[in-house]
């Protein structure tokens, strides 16, 4: 099967959720890759409330396991995003934990 077959087949994923998932695959070298939301709806046109959306239906496929990150402060940053195996999904709704950087 092709590197992106699995989603490819997936009758269930939207487009938008395609396309942001080639888009995190891309930048995940090691796995995981953090982009805003705002960086990903500007690189592919999209609204940042189209990302949002998708991200939450990766999510729920279990294609990404998004972890919340938080700076020393408290403030937010952008979230990890770690994808799935290819050809196994994560098996776990997002994590609260925080991560500190």
């Given amino acids: 099967m092709s590197f992106f077959g699995e989603i490819y087949a997936d009758p269930d994923l939207p487009h938008r959720a ?17 982009p805003g939301v705002k960086t990903i709806a500007r690189d592919l046109h999209l609204s940042p409330r189209t990302v949002q959306r998708a991200l939450n239906d990766l999510e729920r496929a279990g294609y990404i396991q998004r972890q919340r ?16 195996e290819e050809g196994q999904k994560c098996g776990c709704p997002s994590s609260k934990a925080d991560t500190r950087i």
């Fill in 18 to 34: 395609r396309t942001v998932y080639m888009y995190l695959r891309d930048r995940a070298g090691g796995g995981s890759c953090w």
């Fill in 69 to 84: 990150r938080y700076r020393d402060n408290g403030s937010c940053t952008s979230n990890l995003y770690v994808i799935a």
